[in-house]
């Protein structure tokens, strides 16, 4: 299925750009915290959980399935999917080696890569789920948030079988928690618009609670299902 793109495509040159500041970014926090929820711009492992959690519950259950999670860090989503009881082979990529490495380390079974989805024109199904975690939370200088988030949620949908799960933080925010300028919020009624023009099976969830801040997750599937009677 095509899809019309009305957004102007965010040239690789700024990607790259953007790609070094991250890099250098994180990697100075993983010098600094070392293998600490701190080190992925947590402030405490708590919140952490209740993302992975919000997502494990968009996931498929009673079935065995594939799931890479792009923006994986240490792959801690691994343990979640543990003690949520999910069948699931687990794979991660990053672009930041340092992460990466530290991965491999604590997963030796699973497999994860370096590698940025818009950087290369590899268009093999990396698993059935795909899942991205606070990867779109970064404000950029170089290029619109927007057009950016748009083009990786493309990507990432084709790059999934069955499904994508994305979060962002919403501009619907948290009256006690100050607006910072390092991050981008985003309109959750736009982007589910967006994912519209995906696919008609989207889901918006909206309703977790702040972690610290409020956030939305979008589950977009390529097929739907159907409603299972209790």
Avoid at 81 to 106: H, M, Q, T, W
């Amino acid at each position: 299925m095509s899809i019309k793109v009305t957004d102007t495509p965010v040239q690789t040159q700024a990607i790259r750009a953007s790609d070094q500041q991250l890099l250098a970014r994180y990697s100075g926090r993983f010098e600094s915290f070392g293998y600490d929820p701190k080190t992925l711009g947590w402030d405490t492992q708590d919140h952490q959980q209740i993302r992975f959690a919000s997502v494990c519950r968009a996931l498929p259950s009673g079935q065995p399935f594939t799931l890479c999670d792009i923006g994986c860090g240490f792959g801690d989503f691994r343990y979640a999917l543990d003690r949520c009881g999910l069948d699931v082979v687990y794979s991660g990529i990053d672009i930041n080696p340092d992460l990466v490495g530290e991965a491999k380390k604590r997963h030796p079974r699973c497999g994860f890569q370096v590698r940025n989805i818009l950087l290369d024109d590899d268009d093999t199904p990396l698993a059935d789920w795909v899942c991205a975690m606070g990867v779109l939370n970064f404000r950029f200088s170089d290029f619109d948030n927007e057009s950016f988030a748009r083009q990786f949620i493309r990507r990432a949908f084709s790059l999934a079988k069955q499904g994508l799960v994305v979060d962002m933080l919403s501009d619907q925010m948290c009256r006690d928690y100050p607006k910072e300028d390092f991050v981008y919020y985003y309109s959750p009624i736009k982007m589910l618009e967006f994912a519209l023009q995906l696919t008609p099976h989207v889901q918006l969830v909206h309703d977790y609670a702040a972690i610290p801040q409020r956030e939305f997750q979008l589950v977009l599937k390529h097929d739907a299902e159907l409603p299972q009677w209790r």
